[in-house]
């Protein structure tokens, strides 16, 4: 597949980033990654997969500059010097707890780099053919449907998903009045290798391989439309390099919701005598379920391939390869 002219990275060397990087270096697509190096570490463990990150991503070749796309100047001066022909505009707090807990912070983080960003392409000459936003099923708020399109009714209920959603209408506005050209991306529930960003898999399977519970809200029985980090890669390729992702919204998704208790079937497999522990539903996390990704498949030609079973086990055999978490006993 070809992607044609420059591509400029923000939060290149984030959880999506990274992989991004590595996937675009196969097709010897031309990068730059952009990183203000703030990972938000909690846990010694994942300063390991941060460097990891950082070493594969050298690996590439690509060029990686340090800098903060909540700094105007700064992120105008690389837009200035790289001027590329496509953003994808990954740099953000990628967590609604995060955002819930300082939402001065997420806004700066979400809302306001993005209109950095646009506010600097208003500004330049040579425009990209393409600012690539990623988004988030959150926008979404509680779904009103088992399933939803890209026109079901947006109505978030969190810091993050307001924060997304403002971005997505900004986005919009400055299409529409300055005729800047976008692609915005709404995925949900992602998990693979070097997470650190705390998602339900990857806390149940951190759980399963300390003794921990698995702990689940509710019954189990809410839905998430998991998605492995690779399947989202390449549906962003796609949107690289197909003009039909011009001026469009895609739900980027395995595309079939999943129960929490099968996730925790699945980790169950692994981890025989790990304990599954129920708890309330937390009121600040939205009822979602199957995101609709018949528009990507239709205009793109996307397809997902990693079901939650396969991805899943893969990702559980990751951590024990490189033994992360000394196991109990």
């Excluded at 420059?6 to 097709?27: D, E, P, Q, V």
């Excluded at 997969?49 to 105007?72: A, C, N, P, Q, S």
């Excluded at 990704?293 to 990693?306: D, F, M, P």
Aim: hydrophobic share 35%; proline share 4%.
């Amino acid at each position: 597949m070809l992607v044609q002219g420059k591509i400029l990275i923000t939060g290149g060397l984030g959880f999506i980033g990274h992989h991004l990087a590595i996937a675009l270096s196969k097709l010897n697509a031309d990068a730059l990654i952009y990183d203000n190096f703030d990972h938000k570490i909690t846990n010694p463990v994942y300063q390991k997969f941060v460097d990891e990150r950082i070493d594969m991503v050298k690996g590439t070749g690509y060029e990686i500059k340090r800098g903060d796309t909540k700094d105007f100047n700064d992120i105008k001066k690389i837009i200035e010097y790289y001027e590329p022909s496509r953003i994808v505009h990954l740099a953000a707090i990628p967590s609604a707890v995060l955002c819930n807990d300082n939402p001065s912070e997420g806004f700066d983080n979400n809302l306001t780099a993005t209109k950095n960003i646009l506010e600097i392409l208003r500004s330049i000459e040579k425009k990209p053919e393409q600012f690539l936003f990623f988004s988030s099923s959150m926008v979404y708020g509680n779904f009103v449907e088992d399933t939803v399109t890209e026109e079901s009714a947006t109505n978030p209920i969190g810091i993050y998903g307001a924060a997304k959603l403002s971005s997505e209408l900004l986005i919009k506005a400055y299409n529409h009045v300055f005729g800047i050209p976008y692609t915005i991306v709404r995925p949900s529930a992602l998990y693979g290798p070097r997470c650190i960003n705390r998602r339900i898999t990857q806390i149940f399977i951190e759980n399963a391989l300390q003794g921990k519970p698995l702990y689940v809200e509710g019954d189990g029985s809410e839905r998430l439309d998991f998605t492995n980090v690779i399947d989202v890669v390449n549906g962003i390729i796609l949107m690289l390099s197909k003009t039909e992702a011009i001026n469009q919204t895609f739900n980027l998704t395995y595309g079939s919701g999943r129960t929490i208790n099968e996730l925790a079937q699945i980790v169950q497999k692994y981890f025989p005598n790990v304990k599954i522990e129920y708890k309330p539903l937390d009121r600040l996390k939205p009822k979602r379920g199957t995101l609709d990704i018949t528009r990507a498949n239709k205009l793109l030609g996307y397809k997902s391939s990693i079901s939650l079973e396969s991805g899943g086990a893969e990702y559980i055999e990751w951590y024990l390869n490189n033994n992360f978490f000394k196991m109990p006993g």
